[in-house]
């Protein structure tokens, strides 16, 4: 029972009640109004009705005297004044005699109206009637002449019956309308309570640090449903970040503090040096170039946390995709050909976008570093491709090799931070590289893929469309046919 | 050092006393005089009164921060050549500073011969040498006019990259440029290129320029960078 009532008492503080609350409450005024209007609108004609009648009677009533004299009048009265006769008369002599009619004497009410109105007609003050409420009348006072006075009136009382039906009618009506508005209400805030709880469950747990709870979806479709599914998306993505912070964390201990502490051990190690002085330069120089090695990790982190944050829409610039990803690459060149590759720039220049250029630089210089080092240069057939142009995400970027490439098991995984295939770690590398393209890529609304390129790897950097600003209007068929040219 | 370049006058305006007596020292170190301002309307006020070579100001400093002081005295008609120094080097910040009217800008951690290359450089913009249509350092000469480039009087050719990295070399003849410096210049890129890619990039234009001659004029300088000049290095 208390557990009914508090049900209640919680649906009663919704917003889906107030509201429901409120419009009953509009209709049940606006509707009133209208009843009393109609009610009031209905008696008024009603009752002129009956006055119009009651003027033309005693016009008659009052020619009928003057043509032939009070006497025909009280037998005309008489005639008129049958019991079942709903017409009330009463004719008084200058004394207040009653001359003749069905009523006893001047309505209390109307002692003093000169034009007449409403009134119970009741019995006189003594008799058993008397403290009745009498039934509804309505007379005028008409001037017969000689100080003869004659009230006319009608029994309105069966008028007066029909109107307080239709009044008690209307606030029945109104009455259940209201409960029945008030219930639909509560249904309705029910319904939605329904939905509220789990939602607030949901983020209850979450609050408390289940961060894998999602409000559950009916698949409906409606605006709850919009709402959760935007809720759950939001969720997804706090998420992430907390799983990437979390892992960036991680990370930070175990990949920033083992080349931390190798610092360290090299810098006790010279200082220890029985060599002195020379001990000394050597272990302060290598101290300098280790914790360069530190920054750069460092300043990758930091990179692509920021990237992470949210969009840079300071530093965008309207470019050439091609001619810059060629550029790029022709900084790479000497590098690639020194270590043994042929160096190939397949790039279609006039896919203009607007991208933060020094980003898509990184992830291009990011994308031909890391083939230089892991494809084993000097081998026959190493070579390394670099395509830019249009594709159907947008535009893409790519880097092939024909290395030993990455297994089918592996390719989710180099794109997290650190992941090394390379456990030995004898290249020097951060291993943020291709997490820090991926980062550029969500930055620019595309993504990362990687490929076979039987054999050797293919890295393909997606562009969205939305970064795009002006593309050939050639078929993508015609470009890669320019492209292979 | 050569010569207008020795003895600059440089501000620093950097809170932390540490750093700021650190930089004091190394520019004395290299003949130049360093004065200090610990926050940035200290900065300002003595900025103002100059005249300074080169202004180094930190971004973030107590009571007016760094762009802010650069920015007043951009508007003052002040046009000291200024290096920021900043914590935050991501992507925007860069452009932010910049656009503030600072003249170059340096991340937090450097190492010291990338601040000293750099203030240098900035040092020298004073000097009105853009307009110079013709540079040589030794017998080596670089036509601006006409794109040529010859050496004790033999035409030497070079790829347009080629050409642009020895311009900017000669350009800053004498000094030491880093190779941060000749990727943000020659190539125009704000970015790590993971590996030194410049370096093959200078041997190529090396084995163009030096390898038939008897002089080697362009230098690597251990730790720093490069530098072209005639004479020991």
């Known amino acids: ?485 | 050092m050569q010569d207008g370049l020795s003895d600059m006058r440089v501000l620093v305006i950097e809170d932390d006393r540490e750093t700021a007596q650190f930089l004091q020292k190394s520019l004395k170190e290299n003949g130049h005089t360093a004065d200090l301002a610990g926050d940035g309307e200290a900065g300002l006020a003595l900025a103002s009164e100059g005249p300074y070579d080169v202004l180094v100001v930190d971004r973030m400093l107590p009571k007016l921060d760094g762009l802010s002081v650069i920015k007043t005295l951009r508007s003052a008609g002040n046009r000291t050549p200024v290096l920021i120094l900043s914590a935050l080097g991501e992507v925007d910040d860069r452009v932010k500073g910049l656009r503030a009217g600072g003249d170059d800008y340096l991340t937090k951690p450097y190492a010291y011969s990338e601040f000293l290359a750099r203030v240098e450089a900035l040092g020298r913009r004073t000097v009105p040498e853009e307009q110079q249509t013709r540079y040589s350092v030794g017998d080596l000469v670089l036509d601006r006019l006409s794109h040529r480039v010859t050496r004790g009087g033999e035409s030497i050719l070079l790829q347009p990259r080629e050409y642009r990295l020895l311009e900017y070399l000669m350009q800053h003849a004498g000094q030491v440029v880093t190779r941060t410096m000749l990727l943000e210049h020659v190539w125009d890129y704000h970015f790590d290129p993971q590996t030194n890619v410049i370096d093959v990039h200078i041997s190529r234009l090396r084995a163009k320029i030096d390898k038939t001659f008897d002089k080697p004029l362009l230098h690597t300088v251990r730790g720093a960078g490069y530098t072209i000049r005639d004479g020991p290095v």
């Open chain 1, 1 to 485: 029972m208390t557990a009914l009532f508090e049900r209640l008492r919680k649906a009663a503080a919704t917003t889906a009640f107030r509201l429901s609350a409120v419009a009953v409450t509009a209709f049940v005024l606006a509707a009133g109004v209208i009843g009393a209007l109609l009610f009031w609108q209905t008696n008024s004609v009603l009752t002129e009705q009956v006055l119009s009648t009651l003027r033309g009677e005693a016009v008659l009533l009052k020619k009928q005297a003057v043509d032939n004299g009070p006497v025909a009048l009280a037998e005309s009265i008489k005639e008129l004044a049958r019991p079942d006769s709903r017409g009330l008369y009463f004719l008084v002599s200058p004394g207040g005699v009653k001359l003749a009619g069905n009523l006893d004497r001047v309505p209390p009410e109307l002692a003093n109206s000169p034009t007449g109105g409403v009134f119970r007609v009741r019995g006189e003050p003594g008799t058993p009637t008397a403290k009745d409420s009498g039934r509804l009348a309505v007379a005028i006072p008409v001037d017969v002449g000689d100080g003869v006075y004659l009230w006319v009136g009608r029994d309105i009382e069966d008028q007066r019956l029909y109107a307080d039906k239709i009044k008690r009618t209307f606030l029945i009506g109104f009455g259940l309308l209201s409960l029945l508005g008030l219930m639909v209400g509560l249904a309705v805030s029910r319904l939605f309570l329904t939905r509220m709880d789990a939602i607030t469950s949901t983020s209850r747990s979450i609050m408390a640090g289940d961060l894998t709870r999602r409000v559950p979806i009916d698949g409906s479709g409606g605006e709850l449903d919009n709402l959760a599914q935007n809720l759950n998306d939001m969720l997804d993505r706090i998420e992430g970040l907390m799983n990437g912070l979390r892992e960036v964390s991680d990370n930070i201990a175990h990949d920033l503090k083992t080349p931390l502490n190798r610092l360290r051990n090299s810098a006790e190690a010279a200082l220890r040096d029985p060599r002195g002085k020379d001990a000394y330069r050597e272990g302060l120089e290598r101290t300098i170039e280790k914790s360069d090695e530190l920054i750069k990790t460092f300043n990758a982190l930091l990179l692509i946390a920021r990237l992470e944050a949210g969009p840079l829409e300071d530093s965008l610039e309207e470019f050439d995709l091609g001619s810059f990803v060629a550029d790029v690459a022709d900084l790479y060149m000497p590098a690639a050909e020194e270590a043994g590759f042929i160096l190939t720039i397949e790039t279609v220049t006039g896919v203009v976008v607007r991208a933060n250029r020094q980003l898509i630089g990184q992830a291009t210089a990011n994308l031909i570093d890391n083939a230089i080092k892991y494809a084993r240069g000097g081998q026959p057939g190493s070579a390394i491709t670099v395509r830019a142009g249009p594709a159907e995400s947008g535009a893409e970027i790519s880097v092939s090799d024909r290395g030993p490439g990455i297994s089918a098991a592996d390719r989710a995984r180099v794109l997290k931070r650190f992941v090394r295939l390379e456990e030995s770690r004898t290249q020097p590398g951060t291993g943020l590289g291709l997490s820090l393209v991926a980062a550029v890529a969500r930055l620019h609304h595309g993504s990362v893929r990687l490929e076979d390129n039987e054999p050797g790897l293919r890295v393909v950097l997606e562009l969205s469309e939305r970064v795009i600003v002006r593309a050939p209007t050639k078929t993508r068929d015609d470009m890669a046919a320019i492209a292979a040219s």
